[in-house]
């Protein structure tokens, strides 16, 4: 059983398109990653979420924490080929900040 | 950023050897190293927790007598897959952070190894 669900599983857009991907739980988690993955390598941490409610922006990606610690979102504003991967969320439960259990992951597609 | 390495990057053996798989954090003190495994197309899957020096904590459902780890310095844990079998085949990734599980310090991931058993 996932503790973490991501939706969607596959997303294929255009180029300057918007997107969200989503990942929720019942479980409330103390913080929650999100890593971009290419094929053949290790997941790049893109940003951490703390705080119930809290929102970062990291160019073109923000980044939304629930207020209730069990969700989080990632909004892309117009999409680029670039941002072709395997989006992943992370979250950390009770006091094990540092130990992450991964959600089932959103493969991206940006066509040019 | 902190770089942690993997070796082999792939590896390809017999069904019933031994594979041995290294993480390297190689400019850091690692004192916690994580190991996850990947199936094509899938997410990350915790098998096992690594502190320096300790015995490591296993997941529920991983066998911690087929997946022997060892984390002897702070530089290197080894994960090796004993008598593997080709349900046994993945993408193993290992992390590494500079504190203790429960820190909240940030891991860094390998580039992973892709193990195929034949």
């Known amino acids: 059983t996932q503790l973490l669900e991501q939706s969607p599983q596959f997303l294929s857009i255009q180029e300057g398109e918007n997107l969200t991907v989503y990942c929720n739980s019942s479980s409330v988690f103390s913080s929650l990653q999100w890593y971009r993955q290419e094929p053949g390598e290790g997941p790049v941490l893109l940003v951490t979420?703390?705080?119930?409610?809290e929102v970062k922006k990291l160019k073109r990606l923000t980044f939304q924490f629930g207020d209730a610690r069990k969700d989080s979102s990632l909004h892309i504003t117009a999409a680029q080929p670039g941002d072709t991967g395997l989006y992943l969320c992370a979250g950390a439960r009770g006091n094990n900040f540092n130990k992450f259990y991964f959600g089932s992951g959103t493969k991206l597609n940006v066509k040019p | 950023g902190a770089v942690v390495s993997q070796h082999p990057s792939w590896v390809i053996c017999k069904s019933g050897t031994s594979v041995k798989i290294e993480c390297r954090s190689l400019d850091f003190q690692a004192t916690t190293m994580f190991w996850y495994r990947q199936f094509p197309k899938q997410s990350l899957m915790l098998m096992a927790t690594s502190n320096e020096g300790s015995k490591a904590t296993y997941e529920q459902g991983v066998e911690k007598d087929k997946f022997l780890i060892n984390h002897a310095s702070l530089t290197l844990s080894t994960l090796t897959v004993t008598s593997a079998h080709p349900e046994d085949s993945s993408f193993y990734i290992c992390?590494?952070?500079?504190?203790?599980?429960?820190?909240?310090?940030?891991?860094?991931f390998g580039p992973g190894t892709r193990l195929t058993v034949l």
């Open positions: 992390s590494a952070t500079p504190g203790l599980a429960g820190s909240g310090n940030e891991q860094f």
């Open positions: 979420v703390v705080t119930g409610g």
